[in-house]
C-alpha cells in the first residue's frame, strides 16, 4: 500500500471535506451490486448463448466486469477491483475533462475533490474497456487486453482512467457544480 494524491469527480452523491471512504474485499462499490445483480443471468448466457442474441446495456457491463475481475484476481491480484474501487484522475486537468465529458451526457457532476490515498492503483485506457459478448472466451481475451493495458484496438490517443482501493479521504473540495440539484443523502 502507498500513499498518494488524485482527483475525483463526484457523480453519485456528493462528499463531505475529511469524508473517509474504505474499498476492500469487503467494501465494494456501486458497480458490485449492479453486476452482481447480473450474476446468474452471466452464468446462464455462458451455459447457452445462441439464446441469448440481443442484450441490454447492464447485462453487456455485467458481463465485462465479470471477466476483468477473474482475470485480474488470477493474474493481477494486486491490482484494485474494478468493484470495489472509486475512479479518480493522477492529474486535475483530467479529472476536469471528465467532468465535462460526464456533463455532455447529461450526467450530474457534483463536485471535483482531491484525495488522499493509502492503498492501490491501476491506470489503463479507457478504450480497452468492452461490450461483454455471450461468448466467454472473448471477454476473458478482452479483459487480459485492458489489464495488459496494451494500445487500444480503436487507434486512439489513450483515454487514462484510474482505479484506486483502500483508505481514501477527502482532503479538498475544488469545485462544486449544481449544488441545487443535490440528491438528499
Known amino acids: 500500500m502507498q500513499e498518494f494524491y488524485v482527483y ?9 471535506l475529511n469524508q473517509i471512504i474504505v474499498f476492500d474485499e ?30 441490454e446495456h447492464h447485462t453487456k457491463v455485467a458481463l465485462r466486469e465479470l471477466a476483468l475481475e ?15 474501487s472509486l475512479y479518480v484522475s493522477t492529474r486535475l486537468e483530467d479529472a476536469i475533462s471528465w467532468a465535462d465529458f460526464f456533463q455532455s451526457l447529461g450526467r450530474p457532476v457534483y463536485q471535483l475533490v482531491k484525495l488522499k490515498v493509502i492503498g492501490n492503483s491501476f ?34 490517443e489513450p483515454l487514462m482512467e484510474t482505479i484506486v482501493n ?15 440539484n443535490y440528491k438528499k443523502i
Open 8 to 16: 475525483h469527480v463526484v457523480t453519485e452523491r456528493p462528499m463531505e
Open 26 to 55: 469487503s467494501h465494494h462499490s456501486g458497480v458490485y451490486e449492479r453486476v452482481m445483480a447480473k450474476k446468474e443471468l452471466v452464468e446462464k448466457i455462458y451455459e447457452n448463448p445462441n439464446k441469448y442474441l440481443d442484450l
Open 70 to 84: 477473474k482475470v485480474r484476481q488470477d493474474k493481477y491480484p494486486d491490482y484494485p477491483s474494478r468493484l470495489a
Open 123 to 156: 491506470t489503463g485506457d479507457a478504450h480497452n474497456c468492452f461490450d461483454g459478448t455471450t461468448n466467454e472466451n472473448t471477454n476473458l481475451e478482452l479483459a487480459h487486453h485492458y489489464w495488459e493495458n496494451l494500445p487500444n484496438k480503436k487507434n486512439a
Open 166 to 180: 483502500g483508505t481514501i479521504e477527502v482532503i479538498e473540495i475544488i469545485k462544486v457544480y449544481q449544488e441545487e
